[in-house]
């Protein structure tokens, strides 16, 4: 046990960081975490200027803006423009606290997220006043996220899989259909929507075959002088990915996994372990503890976990038939660890997803046979598509965006509509705990000594007890 505590220092860190940050969010004490959102002209009607920071998302009568730490909605007005990114307006409103919906505290999620209040504004009672001389490198990034997103509307895409394609690749969730964002989570794809490891590992591969020339200099690039140059060029470009895509938890945790898996991998050391993962986490909380609150923060991290401890077992427990034609051995081996990959995450996310959503997919294997081949090659043909975009011939890949598009949002309506397709079971915080517990028993039950089956047995026991109570 002492060996693998010094094999993992920054599992060691975590954990003391993670009690500190739920104690200070629950007591306010020594510090409180959501202090620096306060602001003292909350619930009054005031004049006031707000710089836009970001592009804005519409809804059914409104426009909402992100200013500052505050929500600002502008009613729909045919009759003038409405503020870009970058402007400063003048505004005259009542900033509220938001209110709760049900028994979920919208108030207190949004602080965790740095937003205060809401102002719902009348065409009236606003107007632009400047703009901005420098934008800021988020700022930017937002600027050049918008301009790509254009670009696919200019190659001629239907709107509706132009907003698909947004999230998948570019991380804009804002042009997503309801209906097909719907579609995916009960379809068990929502992931593939949210730029993560997937995603960056789709880059980092196309940046790999880019530098190696399709593996022709790969003995080159496998050289100590050569081998820091291009990590370095690697980390670059796909932090200007992440920058791109928004920075979400999800994409900042695969894009810093990578980045300590590339120096590590400069270094001659063990690229992919649970350290990496625990520093990444470390990281990550350290500069923005409020993550910890994030349901894909959780769901992201939770995964790659499982996929690291499982996936070497189950993948033991299935190995690959020995088949003498090759392309048929790479092809079973390809589906098999698919399978496998997509189990050790369904496992490691099963508690959150039902204590978050209350629901899960029941054909979840069979969607991630489909949708993750798809969505590489979704992938690598936008890639392609912003890339030479402004080029004559580059209209010839909206063909190929277009119906591959529309065959994977075709196909999770279809899976969605299926018999069976979710599992509902809403779960407590302490049932999805006793989840982990049933979990974490089961493997050390395999990986270590039989005996675990009493905390199986146990947890499972204390799991259904309290699901009679709840349901009664």
């Given at each position: 046990m002492t060996e693998w505590l010094r094999a993992h220092p920054f599992v060691v860190l975590l954990l003391p960081l993670v009690v500190g940050i739920l104690c200070c969010d629950r007591t306010g004490k020594p510090f409180n975490l959501l202090q620096d959102t306060e602001v003292p002209w909350l619930d009054s009607i005031?004049?006031?200027?707000?710089?836009?920071?970001?592009?804005?998302?519409?809804?059914?009568?409104?426009?909402?803006?992100?200013?500052?730490?505050?929500?600002?909605?502008?009613?729909?007005?045919?009759?003038?423009?409405?503020?870009?990114?970058?402007?400063?307006?003048?505004?005259?409103?009542?900033?509220?606290?938001?209110?709760?919906?049900?028994?979920?505290?919208?108030?207190?999620?949004?602080?965790?997220?740095?937003?205060?209040?809401q102002a719902f504004v009348r065409p009236e009672d606003w107007q632009i006043v400047g703009?901005?001389?420098?934008?800021?490198?988020?700022?930017?990034?937002?600027?050049?996220?918008?301009?790509?997103?254009?670009?696919?509307?200019?190659?001629?895409?239907?709107?509706?899989?132009?907003g698909t394609?947004?999230?998948?690749?570019?991380?804009?969730?804002?042009?997503?259909?309801?209906?097909?964002?719907?579609?995916?989570?009960?379809?068990?794809?929502?992931?593939?929507?949210?730029?993560?490891?997937?995603?960056?590992?789709?880059?980092y591969l196309v940046i790999t075959m880019l530098i190696t020339c399709?593996?022709?200099?790969?003995?080159?690039?496998?050289?100590?002088?050569?081998?820091?140059?291009?990590?370095?060029?690697?980390?670059?470009?796909?932090?200007?990915?992440?920058?791109?895509?928004?920075?979400?938890?999800?994409?900042?945790?695969?894009?810093?996994?990578?980045?300590?898996?590339?120096?590590?991998?400069?270094?001659?050391?063990?690229p992919v372990s649970l350290n990496t993962v625990a520093a990444a986490a470390f990281f990550i909380l350290v500069f923005r503890p409020n993550d910890l609150f994030a349901v894909s923060f959780q769901l992201s991290f939770a995964a790659v976990t499982a996929i690291l401890l499982l996936v070497p077992p189950l993948t033991r427990l299935c190995p690959t038939p020995k088949f003498a034609w090759k392309p048929l051995r790479w092809f079973v081996r390809y589906f098999r660890d698919l399978v496998i990959v997509s189990l050790a995450a369904q496992i490691?996310?099963?508690?959150?997803?039902?204590?978050?959503?209350?629901?899960?997919?029941?054909?979840?294997?069979?969607?991630n046979l489909v949708v993750i081949p798809l969505a590489w090659l979704l992938t690598i043909t936008a890639l392609a598509a912003l890339t030479i975009g402004w080029l004559p011939f580059a209209a010839v890949l909206a063909y190929p965006l277009q119906w591959g598009t529309y065959a994977l949002n075709h196909f999770t309506a279809w899976l969605e509509s299926l018999p069976g397709a979710v599992w509902t079971l809403p779960v407590t915080p302490t049932m999805a705990l006793l989840l982990y517990a049933v979990i974490t028993a089961a493997y050390l039950t395999f990986r270590h000594s039989p005996w675990w089956l009493i905390g199986v047995a146990a947890a499972l026991t204390a799991f259904c007890t309290l699901s009679v109570i709840s349901v009664n």
């Open positions: 005031c004049n006031f200027q707000l710089v836009i920071n970001d592009y804005p998302v519409e809804k059914s009568k409104t426009f909402r803006y992100t200013a500052g730490n505050i929500y600002v909605y502008l009613r729909k007005d045919s009759m003038r423009s409405f503020p870009e990114l970058g402007d400063i307006i003048s505004v005259r409103a009542k900033v509220r606290r938001p209110d709760s919906i049900g028994s979920f505290d919208y108030a207190r999620y949004l602080r965790r997220q740095g937003i205060v209040g703009h901005v001389e420098h934008l800021s490198v988020s700022q930017r990034a937002k600027q050049l996220q918008h301009r790509l997103c254009q670009r696919y509307r200019e190659l001629g895409i239907a709107k509706t899989e132009v394609l947004s999230a998948l690749t570019l991380g804009y969730r804002e042009d997503l259909d309801p209906d097909i964002k719907r579609s995916f989570q009960r379809a068990g794809a929502s992931h593939i929507l949210a730029v993560s490891g997937l995603h960056t590992g789709i880059i399709f593996g022709r200099f790969k003995p080159l690039y496998e050289a100590q002088g050569h081998r820091i140059v291009n990590g370095v060029i690697i980390i670059l470009i796909m932090w200007a990915y992440a920058l791109i895509t928004g920075l979400s938890p999800s994409v900042t945790r695969s894009v810093l996994m990578l980045t300590i898996a590339q120096i590590a991998y400069m270094a001659y050391r063990n490691g996310t099963l508690p959150l997803t039902l204590l978050y959503f209350g629901q899960t997919s029941n054909y979840f294997m069979f969607t």
